[in-house]
């Protein structure tokens, strides 16, 4: 008798327990410990935004970056020390990003208006929201939940297994994207998000000698001569976003496309892959499976779908948890854990 009341109430204490970890995540979760803290990230992203368009594109990679290893928990931001020195942000996968600066300036503001109480993880997932409402004129717009942890841990081997490399076949991307528990169509929607920000050369360098089934070209030709600028320099990822010298000389066809104002976040993707002028493998390798085509098709055709299932998506993205039974805390300063010295 005595060992089943335990045994339910064991039971009862497990359900209450995972039943709290479930219902952590809630809309308006700061409005009575920081009221206005949404302001004060808007604020600072569109600043941000307006002195520099590419930090935008920076804070829409930066949610996928951080949510796709550990769950959202800010893990990716964290600053390597001598006790930890390859964290996430020292992995090669994590090549190129950026806005840490701006993460780091919501925190101080967020910390004078209401100590101790925002995590950097609700900052990255905030200002990702922020991000891609203004890249893309307010067509795309959430409202995510909020309530999440700061981890404690950051490993570069964790962020190189489960992030999807660029040279990735499709079946490689659909297994990736589905330990996430995201779909074919998922995978397809938030692809789309290249239609902003930028890429190293070494990041499609095989690229350069694809076929012409796989890659225009033309748009092949502009690519090597944009790579050979530099040891590895970034080109565009998006096509219409490119320098109208380098298209005039070898994509002349194209000039008519370009954009005055850059980064701008559409479902101009989806074109382009059509077209086969993207720059990723793993872009292209959209187009080799029925399903994952279809869906860059309907993309191509409804930019309004698009707008409103990578909202969805970027909600879904947002609630990844961190691994069962991880500590979290709410940090201080966004780089480093609670309790070990911050250097500037
Ligand atoms: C599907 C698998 C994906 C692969 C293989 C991939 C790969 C890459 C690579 C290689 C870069 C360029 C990095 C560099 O060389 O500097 C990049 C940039 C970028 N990615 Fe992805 N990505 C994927 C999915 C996503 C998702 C889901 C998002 C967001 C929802 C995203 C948003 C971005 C953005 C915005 C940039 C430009 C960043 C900047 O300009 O600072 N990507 N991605
Ligand atoms: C995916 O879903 C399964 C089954 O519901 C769950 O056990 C697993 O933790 C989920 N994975 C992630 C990364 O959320
Ligand atoms: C495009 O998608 C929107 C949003 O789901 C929908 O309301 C509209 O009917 C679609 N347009 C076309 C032409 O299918």
């Not at 297994?161 to 995201?182: H, Q, V």
């Not at 909202?311 to 947002?318: C, F, N, P, T």
């Amino acid at each position: 008798m005595k060992v089943s009341v335990a045994a339910a109430a064991a039971a009862l204490l497990l359900l209450l327990l995972s039943a709290a970890d479930a219902s952590e995540l809630k809309l308006g979760y700061y409005a009575k410990t920081c009221r206005g803290w949404e302001n004060v990230v808007k604020d600072h992203v569109a600043k941000a935004v307006r002195a520099n368009r590419a930090s935008g594109a920076a804070l829409v990679r930066l949610i996928f970056h951080d949510c796709f290893v550990r769950g959202c928990d800010a893990s990716v931001l964290l600053d390597p020390t001598p006790a930890n020195p390859h964290t996430e942000k020292t992995a090669p996968i994590n090549i190129g990003l950026a806005a840490f600066e701006v993460i780091d300036d919501i925190k101080a503001a967020l910390e004078e208006r209401c100590p101790g109480t925002v995590s950097c993880s609700d900052i990255v997932v905030l200002a990702a929201r922020d991000a891609s409402s203004i890249l893309s004129n307010g067509h795309v717009h959430f409202d995510p939940p909020a309530g999440r942890l700061d981890g404690k841990v950051s490993r570069a081997a964790d962020a190189q297994r489960d992030l999807p490399d660029s040279t990735f076949t499709i079946a490689e991307l659909i297994r990736n994207f589905r330990s996430k528990n995201f779909t074919v169509e998922e995978l397809v929607i938030l692809s789309g998000a290249h239609a902003v920000g930028v890429g190293h050369c070494s990041s499609f360098r095989a690229r350069l000698t694809s076929p012409p089934s796989q890659i225009v070209p033309a748009y092949r030709n502009l690519l090597t001569g944009r790579c050979a600028e530099g040891p590895d320099p970034v080109v565009p990822n998006n096509v219409r976003d490119e320098d109208p010298r380098a298209v005039a000389a070898a994509f002349p066809s194209f000039l008519k496309k370009l954009r005055r104002s850059g980064d701008f976040l559409d479902n101009s993707y989806y074109h382009n892959n059509l077209a086969r002028i993207v720059t990723f493998n793993s872009d292209w390798q959209l187009l080799t499976e029925k399903e994952a085509l279809g869906h860059v098709k309907e993309y191509a055709e409804n930019g309004t779908l698009w707008d409103e299932d990578f909202s969805e998506a970027l909600v879904k993205l947002s609630k990844l948890p961190m691994p069962p039974r991880s500590k979290g805390e709410i940090r201080s300063h966004c780089r480093v854990v609670n309790g070990h010295h911050h250097h500037h």
